[in-house]
């Protein structure tokens, strides 16, 4: 799997068959591995953990655990400006000492995700805390078609 900062597009190969191309939306700050940046951290990972299996679309998570809820617009109106986290998540973690693995640079631990998002978030721009946001039925297609321990390469 690779996800292209520049064009916003996750990008998921596999043997015999075409690529499958996802819009998405990344770090409303740019790239950028720092604890605390609010930026899409870069270079190799893999996928940690899948969170999510089985859920409704657009449910609710925090913490990585389902709340109960799933997303509607009076649930977006009771808690403006919410990040919000829903569907599926892919936890990535980093596997280069010291870019996006280890002290400050810790991917796994800065708790960035490919996760999915409301309907009316904008994707092709840049515009979340760090994670990669992708639409819900997107996001399901790709959960089913990837495994822990799957490549993913941020440039």
């Known amino acids: 799997m690779e996800i292209d900062l520049g064009l916003q597009q996750l990008v998921l190969c596999r043997p015999g068959l075409a690529p499958s ?3 998405v939306s990344t770090a409303r700050n740019g790239p950028g591995e720092r604890l605390g940046s609010g930026c899409t951290p870069r270079g190799a990972h893999r996928v940690r953990l899948k969170i999510g299996q089985g859920c409704a679309v657009g449910s609710v998570f925090r913490a990585r655990r ?5 997303y509607s617009a009076a649930l977006a109106e009771r808690h403006p400006g919410r990040d919000w986290i829903l569907t599926r998540i892919l936890w990535l973690t980093g596997l280069e000492a010291g870019r ?3 002290g400050q640079v810790d991917t796994l631990r800065r708790y960035i995700y490919i996760h999915g ?8 721009e840049p ?4 994670c990669i946001r992708m ?9 089913d078609q990837v495994s822990a321990g799957t490549p993913v390469d941020i440039r």
């Open 21 to 23: 191309v996802y819009p």
């Open 117 to 124: 998002c409301p309907p009316d978030t904008p994707m092709g």
């Open 127 to 130: 515009g979340s805390k760090g």
């Open 100 to 102: 996006n693995r280890g």
């Open 66 to 70: 389902w709340t109960g809820e799933v």
């Open 135 to 143: 639409r819900d039925p997107d996001l399901i297609e790709l959960f």
